[in-house]
């Protein structure tokens, strides 16, 4: 009797607690997989955004895929085969206004979707000018920029960023980019031509032939990377004499692990960096995004960031709030791409160029790379 | 199993006419008796193996097949263009610079719903692997396409406000079954099908062909009922076109009043350069180059992928060189064989005498020493070539150790890295058990009293181990040869970690362009050359050694 009754309890009650589990997720999938950068951005990421998320909602399991940059091409492969398997993708704006363009990102209601600023203002208003395109959701201000070993400078250490391309007084290696991104527009500067009309001139046919030229005359002493970590690896182990790579990077290598580094705050390609959700995902996995997009791209969670890293937020309304390293207690505000010393020469990167002509660019980077 | 039928049939031919065919018992010839049963048996083992085959066929066969078809496929300019391609064919291209205004007038069409499906910009890749430029060119053109025609769409609405009402167009050219079914359209599932109205593709062929395609794109694209949507500007344009083409408007025709009035006001209506609108979006579109472009590669299939892995291009001229500056594949296949021959060498002389080792030493040394070889092959191969980084980079390991014993000086270090000479070593290291191991089976099968018999002759150590001992070690050297060269010749990973620029294969390039630029027709014909070039390499070797004198163990 007693069995017979205790199992047909304990049969009713997993019934039941089946049912209220099915119930309370038929509506968002548990499992998310999120594409970022790797190392010290993504890791700001996983303290600022997830971590918070999962401790709200610890049924989440966020998967991480360090492809942010390949991130166009595998998503153009994922619709080619059908099968999308990313949710949230952290982009650059060009490649975000790529994806829009390709019907590849979902173009998001900004308003409708995320939190309003903690100031009273409206997402869109909060964001401003950092939303580029329908479908990117901007998270950070980056720029990418160069860092030298300050022991292998001698007693001049570089204050311009035509220092990459003088291999006299600043001999031996130098890390790069393995895309023409930056390259293209620091050659061309440090060839002559003036800063305004670099894009007019590298959207033409001599232009580009020009920054090959300037860029062939350090060919031999570059070493190509392809993830934003290596550089401060690189410059870690003395293998080159500078590098470029993300600001935050330089500053979680110098401040964090105190590596005799220095880095430069001239014509640093100023851009946006955001998530964009890939077009086609089922119900259940798109309505958990959204509610991570809106938890993460919120006032507070942006202004946390900073405190891992050295980016500014997007939303206005965050800049306020940007406080104190999470461990070291370093003010961040002054190691931001927005801070006034900072930017006195900023180079602000036009996403709508690379938007445009980033396939050209990309193919005959390429080329000239194999020759 | 045929043992019955053996010896019956034997009995019998002793009993049969010599000059007949051999009988079984049965009576039937011994021969088709002996197929029959070998058929039941080869039927039973084609059974056994059958899943396996499909295996094969399905997961290996069949997509290297798909794949190797890309490497000809290029149906994506006559889907994407089909309009234009149409008439882009009549267009001489020695008689004029650019193509006519039909071809443009054609070009906003196709462009107008390839923007709206978000194909241009897929047109545009495919193109841009052609000559670059062509991607900017469609996503520019992409972004003002929408307001080619707007002039024709003010116009026709200045005449009678009703040609801005959507219904008018649906009026003139849905279909009634369709008419029917969207009526009863409920919000679930997929809209109907737009159809257009019978006999209506003869009145206006222009409009009726764009005005399908807007349809269409409304309901799929947007999700939202044509009925209610305004059409888009080359829609005007194309009803422009059709009624100054001398349309002959049916009386009994919806709204056939209006067209006929249209027709009649059309003729003084003010004409918009449509080339002009497109040179506005990039100019381009009036180089002859980029229309010649799209002609040479508007048929479905093509030569170009192929022509592409060997430098050369497809011109209206023929065939042709590639510009000097993106000329990259000879080099990489001739540096693909040169290196590969190189780590397979290396590896002939590193392996050698290790292989003469194990098989010769006490079993005890031997055993440690095979243990020796082993260790680094069941080690991950991306640790494997991480760690030839460490050693091999400037401020590495062996720079470090060169300049502490003073065989290089500090400033000078030997550039061992992100070049030629790190892929060679390190790819030499790792596949050198692939070489090591075939040496040892067919060593340890070579008796050693064979070299003590030859030097008992009176040979020398090196007569001896010339005359006796290498040539029955030969079988080993080809098959540790063959794997490691087909091994090298397809290697990425190792080149793509420390061979800089200089030291990249072949295969990286086709990584790259499967992964990142996803011009999978050119990978695929790169793959295939590849494929033949190995499959050339065997032929030879069969020829040169013999296939039958590879050995892979005792």
Redesign the interface.
């Known amino acids: 009797m007693t069995l017979k009754t205790t199992l047909a309890a304990t049969t009713a009650l997993t019934l039941a607690a089946t049912g209220v589990f099915a119930e309370s997720h038929a509506a968002m999938s548990n499992d998310m997989t999120i594409v970022s950068w790797g190392g010290a951005y993504q890791n700001s990421q996983l303290k600022a955004y997830v971590e918070p998320y999962v401790a709200l909602h610890p049924e989440v399991n966020v998967v991480w895929d360090e492809s942010s940059a390949?991130a166009v091409?595998?998503l153009?492969?994922m619709n080619?085969a059908n099968n999308i398997t990313w949710d949230l993708v952290d982009v650059e704006a060009a490649d975000g206004i790529?994806l829009c363009?390709?019907?590849l990102a979902m173009e998001i209601d900004v308003d409708e979707a995320l939190a309003a600023g903690d100031d009273g203002s409206t997402a869109t208003d909060d964001f401003g000018d950092s939303l580029v395109s329908d479908c990117f959701i901007p998270q950070i201000v980056f720029s990418t920029t160069v860092g030298y070993r300050t022991d292998m400078v001698g007693d001049t250490p570089p204050t311009d960023i035509c220092a990459v391309f003088d291999t006299e007084t600043y001999p031996g290696?130098r890390a790069l980019n393995k895309r023409p991104l930056a390259n293209m527009e620091w050659a061309l500067l440090c060839d002559g031509v003036a800063k305004d009309d670099i894009y007019d001139v590298l959207?033409t046919?001599e232009g580009q032939t020009q920054a090959?030229a300037k860029l062939d005359s350090i060919?031999a002493d570059t070493?190509?990377w392809t993830a934003g970590a290596e550089t401060p690896q690189l410059l870690a182990?003395?293998?080159v004499v500078m590098g470029s790579t993300y600001n935050g990077r330089l500053f979680s290598a110098i401040a964090e692990q105190d590596q005799p580094i220095g880095m430069l705050w001239d014509a640093e390609m100023l851009d946006f960096d955001g998530w964009v959700v890939p077009d086609g995902l089922s119900e259940e996995r798109l309505a958990r995004v959204m509610d991570f997009l809106k938890f993460a791209t919120d006032t507070q969670r942006l202004a946390d960031q900073a405190k891992y890293i050295a980016y500014g937020p997007a939303r206005a309304s965050s800049a306020p709030l940007v406080s104190t390293h999470a461990e070291l207690g370093i003010e961040m505000a002054e190691h931001m791409p927005t801070d006034p010393a900072n930017a006195t020469n900023v180079f602000v990167t036009n996403y709508g160029f690379w938007?445009?002509?980033?396939?050209?660019?990309?193919?005959?980077f390429?080329?000239?790379?194999?020759? | 199993m045929t043992d019955a039928t053996h010896g019956s049939a034997a009995d019998k031919s002793v009993t049969t006419d010599p000059s007949g065919p051999m009988l079984a018992a049965d009576g039937t010839p011994l021969k088709t008796s002996l197929n029959r049963a070998l058929r039941k048996q080869k039927r039973r083992a084609l059974f056994l193996i059958a899943p396996l085959l499909v295996f094969i066929l399905v997961t290996f066969i069949y997509p290297i097949g798909e794949m190797l078809f890309r490497s000809v496929e290029n149906q994506i300019v006559g889907d994407t263009l089909p309009r234009t391609v149409r008439v882009l064919a009549d267009w001489d291209t020695e008689a004029s610079d650019i193509p006519g205004p039909a071809v443009f007038s054609a070009l906003a069409k196709d462009m107008m719903v390839a923007t709206e499906e978000k194909n241009h910009t897929r047109l545009g890749s495919r193109l841009n692997y052609e000559a670059s430029g062509l991607s900017s060119l469609f996503r520019k053109t992409g972004r003002g396409v929408d307001d080619v025609g707007e002039g024709y769409t003010e116009q026709f609405v200045a005449l009678d406000p009703a040609w801005e009402d959507p219904q008018t167009f649906i009026d003139i050219f849905a279909g009634p079954r369709w008419l029917d079914a969207n009526a009863e359209y409920d919000g679930e599932g997929p809209r109907p099908t737009f159809r257009l109205a019978a006999g209506i593709g003869e009145v206006l062929p222009q409009t009726a062909s764009i005005y399908r395609d807007f349809a269409r794109v409304v309901q799929t694209e947007d999700d939202d009922n044509p009925a209610e949507e305004e059409p888009w500007n080359t829609v005007y344009l194309a009803l422009y076109e059709d009624l100054q083409a001398g349309a002959v408007i049916p009386a009994d025709m919806a709204h056939a009043d209006m067209l006929n009035a249209a027709q009649v006001a059309a003729a003084s209506f003010t004409t918009t350069d449509v080339l002009a609108d497109f040179v506005s979006f990039d100019k381009d579109w009036a180089d002859r180059d980029v229309w010649r472009i799209i002609q040479t590669y508007s048929a479905p299939y093509t030569t170009g992928y192929f022509l592409n892995s060997a430098d050369l291009q497809l011109t209206p001229d023929g065939v042709a060189w590639r510009p000097e500056n993106e000329r990259v594949y000879v080099t990489l296949f001739i540096r693909t064989l040169i290196m590969s021959t190189a780590i397979t060498v290396s590896c002939i002389l590193l392996g050698y005498p290790i292989g003469w080792l194990l098989a010769n030493l006490p079993s005890r040394q031997a055993n440690l020493l095979m243990i020796l070889v082993l260790l680094p092959f069941w080690t991950s191969l991306l640790v494997r070539t991480s760690a030839w980084k460490v050693l091999l980079q400037d401020q590495g390991v062996i720079n470090d150790l060169l300049v502490w014993i003073g065989v290089v000086a500090d400033d000078n270090r030997l550039a061992l890295i992100n070049n030629a000479t790190g892929t060679i070593i390190s790819m030499t290291h790792i596949l050198l058990p692939f070489m090591i191991l075939p040496l040892y089976s067919v060593m340890k099968t070579i008796p050693p009293s064979y070299l003590r018999a030859a030097k008992s002759l009176g040979a020398t150590n090196w007569t001896a181990f010339w005359r006796v001992y290498f040539p029955q070690s030969v079988p080993g050297i080809g098959a540790g040869s063959i794997l490691v060269f087909i091994l090298a010749i397809g290697y990425y990973i190792t080149p793509e970690i420390v061979g800089g620029t200089k030291g990249v294969f072949i295969s990286n390039r086709i990584a790259y362009h499967i992964s990142t630029s996803l011009n999978w027709g050119l990978a695929a014909a790169l793959g295939a050359i590849l494929l033949v070039i190995v499959l050339g390499f065997y032929w030879a070797y069969d020829r040169i050694v013999g296939i039958d004198n590879v050995k892979l163990g005792g």
């Open positions: 390949e091409a595998k153009r492969a080619e790529r363009d390709e019907g290696k959207a046919d090959f060919k070493v190509w182990d003395g293998e938007s445009d002509y980033r396939d050209d660019l990309d193919s005959k390429q080329a000239w790379l194999a020759q």
